[in-house]
């Protein structure tokens, strides 16, 4: 016959992991998608669902960029490993604000290793130059990225797009 005694604290400690545990499935069940305030055909400021999850193939990428209204080249045209730097500078500083305006953060993200696809956008009106679109990807998730010109006198912006016609 075995005897188990159990003490207030015991029960207090199992009582706070329970909640723990709830909370953070609670958490992980709503994280996958954000609600985003975008300029679309149908609308200024009309809410659509953007999905940044289930990122595993550069036709994920693609279907991405797609929900912004973007057209890419088939295949990107560099897919490379980067690290997110652990201490930034002021220019990663200056990158991170304009995340951080799209509602992501590379700052938890210090010293990973990430993904960056880069496409060809075809459908960038008002601009003659190449456009680019890059896009940061950290376990089958989009974590940060931007649109910008090839040129160095150009422009970089986030994935919304900007109106470009005066």
């Known amino acids: 016959m075995f005897i188990y005694s159990l003490r207030a604290g ?3 400690l199992v009582g706070v992991v329970c909640v723990a545990l709830t ?7 709503f994280v996958p998608t954000y609600a985003v305030s975008s300029q ?8 659509k669902e953007i999905s940044y999850d289930k990122i595993k193939t550069e036709g994920d990428v693609s279907a991405f960029l797609s929900q912004f209204g973007w ?14 730097p652990a201490e930034f ?18 700052s938890k993200y ?7 696809y880069t496409f060809v956008v075809t459908n960038y009106e008002g601009y ?11 376990r089958n998730r989009v974590i940060g990225g931007d649109i910008c010109s090839a ?6 912006h986030g994935f919304e797009r900007m109106n470009t016609v005066e």
Request: no cysteine; hydrophobic share 40%.
């Open 23 to 29: 909370v953070l499935i609670t958490l992980i069940a």
């Open 10 to 12: 015991t029960i207090k």
């Open 89 to 106: 500078d002021k220019v990663f500083a200056a990158y991170n604000e304009m995340q951080k305006e799209q509602g992501l953060n590379l």
């Open 71 to 84: 057209t890419v080249e088939g295949s990107p045209m560099e897919t490379k490993t980067v690290t997110i």
């Open 151 to 156: 040129d160095i006198s150009g422009f970089v």
């Open 128 to 138: 003659e130059g190449r456009v680019l679109a890059n896009v940061l990807v950290y």
């Open 110 to 116: 210090k010293g990973k290793d990430v993904t960056r």
């Open 40 to 47: 679309t055909s149908a609308g200024v400021g009309e809410k």
